[in-house]
């Protein structure tokens, strides 16, 4: 049988569509087809937005304190 599970965590991330997300230490960072930039704690608030400049992100890799984040017309830009 199926059971529906419910979710321990649910924010309203971006104005669109989430087009990346993953974790940095036990931080969630979430990539918006809004061009922004979002850390998250934990428990769900809001540490930090970022807007991202040029066209719309669509994809981000991070590692440590560092981000790469790929745009729309193919270019990827590193942040520290």
Known sequence: SV???APALEIKAHAAAVVWLGFSGDQLVTVGA???VKV???GGWLGRTVAVPGTAATSMA???RRAVIGHADGSAVLWD
């Open 34 to 36: 809004d061009g922004a």
């Open 62 to 64: 991070v590692l440590a």
């Open 40 to 42: 998250w704690g934990s």
């Open 3 to 5: 059971s529906e599970a």
